[in-house]
């Protein structure tokens, strides 16, 4: 899925450093390492490319690294969010780093485990497919 189509000029992160109050969705890309954080509503946050949304808080924040694409708007569409960019500093580039590593080691073990869980279900699937033939060849 692309947001393109969410906005027309998408907000830059990394040359705003004042809060920004979102009424609605609106893409969001990421110059630089850093976190969004939440000022004022809750957020809803979809990561292009991830599978999972996030909902963060005010007085909460979420990192994010350069390259990011995202789309973020109030969670309650009746209230609009303030969001703030807080860019990691130099010093701080190789505490990201790690974050990164151990983020994607997170995430392949979390692939491998739910590849195995769907090995699993499509086991029970075939067994229970199974046994419907055999139950309807009885009753025959």
Not at 51 to 72: N, S
Not at 75 to 84: F, L, Q
Request: hydrophobic share 45%; charged share 25%; with cysteine.
């Amino acid at each position: 899925m692309s947001f393109e189509h969410q906005s027309i000029r998408p907000v830059r992160l990394g040359t705003h450093h004042k809060p920004i109050e979102l009424a609605r969705a609106s893409r969001v890309v990421v110059l630089h390492d850093g976190w969004l954080s939440v000022r004022q509503g809750r957020a809803w946050i979809t990561r292009q490319g991830e599978p999972d949304d996030w909902v963060v808080e005010a007085g909460k924040r979420l990192p994010l690294v350069a390259g990011a694409d995202l789309l973020v708007g109030p969670w309650d569409g009746s209230e609009p969010v303030t969001v703030r960019w807080e860019r990691v500093e130099p010093d701080a580039a190789a505490a990201t780093g790690v974050l990164r590593r151990g983020a994607a080691r997170a995430l392949h073990g979390l692939a491998a485990r739910l590849s195995a869980a769907a090995h699993a279900v499509e086991a029970v699937a075939r067994r229970a497919q199974g046994a419907g033939t055999e139950f309807d060849r009885c009753a025959a």
